[in-house]
């Protein structure tokens, strides 16, 4: 069966999303036997301590306090949440089993919930 024209566009937004990320920022789990995925972001290696302390700060006037003073530099917590977002990115849901699996493969159904990445110009803004 010929590939429909808006399966073809799916495909090529997903190589360009993909293409997007940095490739020391893809990561590779196996998690096709887990139900829970919430530690992801902690156990994946991508984040650092501070980068896990960064996005997992939800008072925001204690995350401009700690720019204000220094302790974090506007870079830094760009790029901290920038990875927190891709490696949700890159994240599936099963629909059958109700579970986040990890896939790897560009065409998979990703949550794709980001539409645009642009990683390098939040840095270097």
Known sequence: MAQLHWEAQVLDKRARQKASIPQEWLIDLSLKDRNNVSDIPATCGLLTATELEITETSDVNLLLQKIANSEWSSVDVTRAFCKRAVIA????????????VWISS???????????????QALNR
């Open 89 to 100: 990115h890159q994240l599936v849901r099963d629909p059958y089993l109700t579970v986040l």
């Open 106 to 120: 560009p065409c998979s159904s990703q949550t794709n919930c980001l539409t645009e990445i642009f990683v390098e």
